[in-house]
């Protein structure tokens, strides 16, 4: 008969399954928080994306609409409108970017706020529609350093990624295939 009491085998049987239940709740809860970090990081990603989408698109369309009033020699289009269209995107931006990204919209928002708003006086001797083209040709050049600062925070590559190497053929053929084709076993020798 051996010395072992008969309470010992449930304990430690009890013990052991507190103690895979406790392991099983810790790595649920570390799989759920990656998760959940992951998740967060998508959002961000996307809702910086759709921001900065959104903003550029009303810079490109300002800038559109005042381009084409200064060429057709339409009346051009008030402050007001340039406003209320941009600034619901702008003020996501602003609240949403990172001080780099928001100083570079706001540059590009003064800018075009300039040529829509009061017009500038010219320098004596221009004529005043050509300050305000000048002016215009620099809305891209801002527009690029926006667009810089947007890739630099958003970590998007002007190149593509290179194409992953072939897949090297490490897995043993079938003896299928071989039949099939007529060739040799590897390690055997056709027999004639």
């Known amino acids: 008969m051996s010395e072992i009491p008969w309470w010992s085998l449930p304990l430690v049987a009890a013990v052991f399954a507190l103690a895979g239940a406790g392991v ?5 809860a570390r799989d759920d928080y990656l998760r959940s970090r992951a998740k967060r990081t998508r959002r961000w990603y996307a809702e910086r994306r759709d921001a900065y989408v959104a903003l550029l698109t009303q ?12 060429e057709t020699g339409q009346r051009m289009p008030g402050p007001f409108t340039y406003v209320d269209e941009v600034g619901p995107a702008l003020m996501q931006v ?11 919209a706001l540059a ?24 305000v083209r000048e002016m215009l040709a620099h ?3 801002v527009m690029q350093q926006l667009e810089a600062a947007i890739r630099e925070e958003l970590g998007i590559e002007a190149t593509p990624p290179p194409p992953p190497p072939p897949p090297a ?6 003896l299928r ?16």
């Open 24 to 28: 099983t709740v810790l790595v649920s």
């Open 169 to 174: 053929q490490t897995t043993p053929r079938s």
């Open 139 to 141: 809305v891209p050049l």
């Open 94 to 104: 602003r609240l949403l970017a990172s001080g780099q990204v928001r100083s570079a």
């Open 177 to 192: 295939s071989y039949l099939r084709r007529g060739e040799p076993l590897a390690g055997t020798d056709r027999l004639t």
């Open 108 to 131: 590009v928002h003064l800018l075009l706020e300039k040529l829509y708003g009061d017009r500038p006086a010219p320098r004596p001797g221009v004529d005043p529609s050509t300050s």
């Open 59 to 70: 810079f490109e369309r300002a800038t559109y609409r005042m381009r084409t009033a200064l």
